[in-house]
């Protein structure tokens, strides 16, 4: 699933291509999944925000368009075999594709989520001057569940997914086993910053491109994250910090990728 860099580098390949034009029309066939488009019909994209893993497109009239890419969903400046919905601007076209079908289109009032629960109750955005670490620590403290659900659960930071979540407790040398709230403050701070330090990078090279190549940036290009992984999808190969072969477990649901030698 496309994680807050891969939604970040698509929010910021799409702004110049949405932001002061108008939708002439939302086309599609699944009003289930797709929801309301047809009050964006005619009015005008004033800017496009993201917000953990959804995109905010706001429109004018008091009209908010609400994204959520699901596991394989993504923007194409041309037709895919794969496109479900079909944008018409102002001078050109744009299609969201998506083979698996699991993405979401919403359109309402502006802020009102009551048919998006999640979007109302998610945590800080990691990356933002108001993601502090006072906060974070008291979240460890109050948790009895792994770090790896935690991480995932979208309360502590918002948009953090199971690549990234990986990859962060690798740098912090925190098993993803450990309980929230066994943690000691020094270790707690190394969380917080690991976390900042991995979404950072990946959202400066476009997000992470696996191989099945399901996310790419809406002109075709890959990510260049995966480049950097230190554990995920890397089970069996030896950790990059004490050679010892790299594990893979299921915590919380979710395959997991740690080093069992380093991550305590």
């Known amino acids: 699933m496309p994680e807050l860099p891969e939604v970040e580098t698509t929010r910021r390949r799409l702004l110049p291509l949405l932001r002061g034009r108008r939708l002439l029309g939302v086309q599609h066939e699944d009003p289930t999944r797709y929801r309301h488009t047809e009050r964006a019909e005619g009015r005008e994209v004033e800017a496009l925000d993201r917000r953990g893993k959804f995109l905010l497109l706001a429109l004018s009239g008091g009209l908010e368009m609400v994204i959520h890419l699901g596991m394989t969903g993504g923007f194409r400046l041309e037709k895919t075999p794969h496109t479900r919905v079909r944008f018409r601007l102002e001078g050109g076209e744009l299609f969201f594709h998506d083979p698996r079908r699991f993405g979401r289109i919403w359109v309402v009032d502006r802020g009102d989520y009551r048919e998006i629960p999640l979007l109302g109750r998610l945590g800080p955005e990691p990356l933002s001057e108001g993601f502090a670490f006072p906060p974070f620590w008291e979240g460890l403290r109050r948790s009895r569940k792994p770090l790896k659900a935690l991480l995932l ?35 707690a701070k190394r969380l917080f910053q690991s976390l900042r330090q991995v979404l950072a990078e990946a959202v400066a090279l476009g997000g992470s491109t696996l191989s099945d190549r399901t996310y790419q940036q809406p002109d075709g290009l890959p990510g260049g994250y995966q480049e950097r992984h230190a ?34």
């Open 153 to 187: 659960d979208q309360t502590l930071a918002a948009g953090v997914g199971n690549i990234y979540a990986d990859e962060a407790l690798f740098r912090a040398g925190l098993s993803p086993f450990r309980w929230g709230r066994s943690l000691k403050e020094e270790e």
């Open 231 to 264: 554990v995920y999808g890397r089970q069996g190969l030896p950790c990059p910090r004490c050679g010892h072969p790299l594990a893979k477990a299921v915590v919380g649901g979710r395959g997991t990728h740690f080093c069992p030698a380093c991550q305590t």
